[in-house]
């Protein structure tokens, strides 16, 4: 099977994203399948004719780790070549579209919220995971929790702190 594994983009969480889209990919291609790692925000050079050529690269599965600090997003936006303001990069789309599907390793605003996934299902393209309404309702919390709650299963204790709140209102 013709893996993307979609990782990085521009969220605090992009060293994990990376990390665990890493790994993933590595797990893949032990298994048999043509898996290739792809950051988000970077896209993939549109040097391929055709983009199912990228799946014949061979790889070489480094260890990944995941740094103690979170990212530098601006340095990041600041190392890309490509000149617009999209969170996507180049040929994101063309390169998912040729897999066979696109392994979300994404973590965060850029790959829980649902954006990737509706834009995927608007461009056709399978993906793992849930679907754009299931991940922009995750994101949310505490809505989440009240869901879960008023459905009649039990979830921990938590509280929502809200920027300027000093007492957190028990939920």
Same mark, same amino acid.
């Given at each position: ?12 969480? =992009? ?16 298994? +048999?399948?043509? %898996? ?9 050079? /549109?040097?391929? +004719?055709?983009? =199912?050529?990228? !799946? ?10 995941? &740094?103690? $600090? ?7 936006? %600041?190392?890309?070549?490509? /000149?617009? /303001?999209?969170?996507? +990069? ?8 040729? &897999? #066979? ?11 829980? #919220? +649902? ?12 993906? $793992?995971? &849930? ?12 809505? $989440? ?9 039990? $979830?921990? =204790?938590? !509280? ?12």
């Amino acid at each position: 099977m013709d893996v993307i594994v979609l990782c990085g983009g521009l969220s605090a969480e =992009r060293d994990v994203s990376i990390t665990s889209g890493t790994m993933v990919a590595a797990a893949l291609r032990r298994r +048999g399948h043509r %898996a290739v790692l792809v950051d988000l925000f970077f896209g993939y050079p /549109n040097k391929y +004719g055709d983009p =199912r050529e990228i !799946f014949d690269t061979v790889y070489d599965d480094g260890i990944a780790a995941v &740094s103690e $600090t979170a990212p530098d997003l601006a340095a990041v936006k %600041a190392s890309r070549a490509q /000149n617009n /303001n999209s969170r996507m +990069g180049d040929n994101i789309l063309e390169i998912c579209r040729a &897999s #066979d599907i696109v392994f979300l390793a994404l973590h965060g605003e850029d790959g829980e #919220d +649902g954006k990737i996934q509706a834009a995927f299902d608007l461009a056709g393209i399978k993906y $793992t995971g &849930s679907g754009p309404e299931g991940s922009m309702l995750a994101m949310n919390k505490m809505l $989440t929790k009240q869901i879960l709650l008023g459905s009649g299963l039990l $979830t921990a =204790r938590g !509280f929502l702190l809200c920027q300027g709140e000093i007492e957190p209102e028990q939920a």
